[in-house]
């Protein structure tokens, strides 16, 4: 536990030089001018506690079954026995075992498949879920398909943003596995309500709702009554017919590694990666350095930062190595240096790259790293463009965003405060 760490009130105000061409027609607005973060006040906390009760009116308390190993939680969670014997879900299984495709993308997706177990059981939900990502991405956070999905669970950008990821200049959450996985069990999970069989919710998180949703009608309509996956699967997508199978395929190896002569490489049911929520803003190579990681190895784990700053406005979670997090967390809490090297200003009429460069002094190479643009086009009305403070300028523009102010997000342990979540599941409330 660390006790010294505590978020800290920062007041912060600065002045913005615009280079030596005119303000009064520029092509933008600064968005950091003069922003006062609010001081930081601690609440008063009131312990409500509730009457003692005769130990017969409690409720059964059930102790979970502990396991060692993953496979072995994961397989005690499998819930879904539907098509079981189906002919294409044992043909799938086959061909997998064959290949030995489950072992290959373990190997790859062990630093991320204890996060997603662990969320599917804190909701109570099928552990098949956590194996949509093997087929969808074969656990990779960086998967990009034609029709441009991204991340380990897929989602398309009208999806994702219905769900709440943020894809924008800063981050594309589709590639967070924290952030994408909320999304996914929150869409799977609405599919289910939706259509009331996990199937048949598998394969509208593959084809869309609106189609199966249509199937069901029209198999209605033949005077099925309740019509399921194999009702469904001769008049759906190629890719659908055989995405559900494959899912359910995966289950089958689980639950039956001997029959398929598998051996599954161990992985040990705890968390190998802390999540923490970055609450200032802060350059990229800050929390780089403060980690200790190498920057592949932070962007393996990291890849929905997609700037060279990380905004404290957006709370963004990172997921790290558990020693790695407590580096980061006590190095914040300690360093004095400037925050950030860059400022943001928004464009307010269509503008060139070498336009902007001359405006604010900078080199062209280095605006275009930070704001990639095709050769030849505009940087239009709306965008959010990063430029590099001059060195004179660092430790006058700590605030980019304008969020609360502090190290990183603390929660309560025991009586105690800590830097991080170590349970592979949400980060705690700020303790003040």
């Not at 026995?81 to 030995?100: N, S």
């Not at 059981?121 to 990779?140: C, I, K, W």
């Not at 394969?203 to 009608?217: F, H, L, T, W």
Request: with cysteine.
């Amino acid at each position: 536990m660390l006790q010294s760490l505590r978020p800290f009130p920062l007041i912060v105000s600065f002045v913005l030089a615009t280079g030596c061409a005119s303000v009064f027609d520029a092509p933008y607005i600064d968005l950091s001018a003069s922003l006062d973060a609010p001081e930081i006040m601690g609440e008063a906390v009131v312990e409500v506690v509730p009457p003692e009760l005769d130990p017969a009116m409690l409720p059964a308390v059930v102790e979970k079954q502990h396991y060692d190993d993953l496979w072995l939680r994961l397989k005690a969670g499998l819930s879904v026995p539907e098509m079981d014997r189906d002919p294409k879900v044992l043909q799938a299984a086959r061909r997998f075992a064959q290949d030995r495709y489950l072992e290959r993308t373990s190997a790859r997706g062990a630093d991320y498949l204890f996060y997603v177990v662990e969320e599917v059981d804190r909701r109570q939900l099928p552990m098949e879920l956590a194996l949509v990502p093997f087929v969808e991405s074969g656990y990779t956070l960086e998967a990009k398909s034609q029709a441009e999905a991204h991340g380990a669970w897929q989602f398309i950008e009208k999806t994702g943003r219905t769900y709440e990821l943020d894809i924008d200049r800063f981050r594309d959450e589709r590639r967070s596995l924290i952030a994408s996985t909320r999304a996914a069990l929150d869409y799977l999970s609405d599919l289910y309500r939706m259509f009331g069989s996990w199937p048949l919710a598998m394969a509208a998180y593959n084809c869309g709702e609106k189609r199966i949703q249509a199937e069901i009608d029209r198999a209605r309509a033949r005077g099925v009554k309740q019509p399921g996956f194999n009702d469904l699967a001769a008049v759906l997508p190629v890719e659908t017919r055989e995405y559900v199978p494959r899912i359910l395929a995966l289950r089958r190896l689980i639950a039956n590694p001997a029959e398929y002569r598998l051996s599954l490489p161990a992985i040990r049911n705890e968390p190998r990666h802390s999540v923490v929520e970055i609450r200032r803003d802060i350059d990229l190579d800050l929390v780089i350095r403060l980690s200790g990681l190498s920057p592949a190895a932070f962007s393996a784990l990291n890849p929905s930062i997609k700037a060279p700053v990380i905004l404290g406005g957006y709370k963004t979670q990172l997921l790290l190595p558990h020693d790695a997090a407590l580096r980061l967390s006590l190095g914040m809490g300690t360093y004095a240096g400037p925050w950030v090297s860059w400022r943001a200003i928004r464009i307010t009429r269509p503008a060139s790259p070498g336009e902007i460069a001359r405006r604010n002094s900078v080199p062209l190479k280095r605006l275009l790293f930070a704001n990639p643009l095709p050769d030849g086009q505009l940087y239009m009305p709306g965008s959010t463009l990063l430029i590099p403070l001059k060195s004179h300028e660092l430790g006058t523009a700590d605030v980019l965003s304008g969020g609360v102010q502090g190290p990183v997000a603390m929660g309560q342990c025991g009586a105690e405060p800590c830097v991080m979540s170590r349970t592979g599941t949400s980060v705690p409330r700020l303790a003040n």
